[in-house]
């Protein structure tokens, strides 16, 4: 069975900072990796998504990450965060399921 | 854009009771599944569904636990007798293939007192 460890539980961060969120998973043959947000009292939506191809990987709102085989990690990364990204976020393998870790909570601050 | 819709929004129901969440997946979509959250914790799944059967489940789908594709659009899950700590979000998500984007629908948070 694959697994996700997110390694930082809580990332507090200043307006227009940069934010790294980490993520590393368990090696498989086949990985298909993603990254969900769910904001506050609402549902999870798809941030982006790795299958295969290119290592870099844009998603919405600005949001990008990199799949690296090597180190068995998938970061994600924005350069300059809003306030709106105050969310909670997961990063999920998918093993005929999605198995996700226990997210990280990104709070934005002015 | 297509979506995944799930009522009831919130239920809330006594100890014991049976209760019945519904979701509508995405109409062309063949795989459907559910995960539960329970509040301040991880999104976990609870079991997949394809072809009208089960394809996995996880050690919380209990036998207290059943899924349902009563028609061509709904997919249901049923919990004959509810506990306390059945009390969760649980979300329905459907995809077109097993590996590929899973799509959520908004939750329906179930209270059990």
């Known amino acids: 069975a694959q697994s996700v460890t997110q390694l930082d539980s809580q990332v507090p961060v200043f307006e227009e900072a940069p934010v790294e969120l980490r993520c590393n998973y368990s090696?498989?043959?086949?990985?298909?990796l993603f990254w969900y947000v769910q904001y506050p009292n609402q549902g999870l939506q798809l941030l982006l998504k790795?299958?295969?191809?290119?290592?870099l990987v844009k998603g919405i709102n600005g949001f990008e990450a990199e799949f690296n085989k090597s180190q068995t990690s998938f970061h994600l990364r924005k350069p300059s965060v809003h306030i709106s990204d105050t969310a909670e976020y997961f990063c999920?393998?998918?093993?005929?399921?999605?198995?996700f870790g226990a997210g990280t909570t990104v709070t934005v601050r002015a | 854009e297509p979506e995944v819709t799930q009522t009831p929004s919130h239920q809330v129901t006594q100890m014991g009771q049976e209760v019945i969440l519904r979701c509508v997946p995405i109409?062309?979509?063949?795989?459907f599944y559910w995960y539960r959250q329970i509040l301040g914790q991880k999104v976990e799944f609870l079991v997949s569904?394809?072809?009208?059967?089960?394809?996995?489940k996880s050690e919380i789908f209990d036998d207290q636990f059943s899924v349902e594709r009563p028609d061509g659009s709904n997919f249901t899950l049923k919990i004959r007798s509810t506990k306390l700590e059945d009390s969760a979000m649980y979300f329905c998500?459907?995809?077109?293939?097993?590996?590929?984007?899973?799509?959520f629908g908004p939750g329906t948070r179930l209270t059990v007192t």
């Open positions: 998500a459907s995809s077109a293939d097993h590996s590929n984007e899973q799509y």
């Open positions: 090696s498989s043959v086949s990985v298909y």
């Open positions: 790795y299958l295969s191809g290119s290592t």
């Open positions: 999920a393998v998918n093993d005929y399921k999605l198995s």
């Open positions: 109409s062309n979509h063949l795989y």
């Open positions: 569904f394809y072809n009208n059967e089960i394809s996995e």
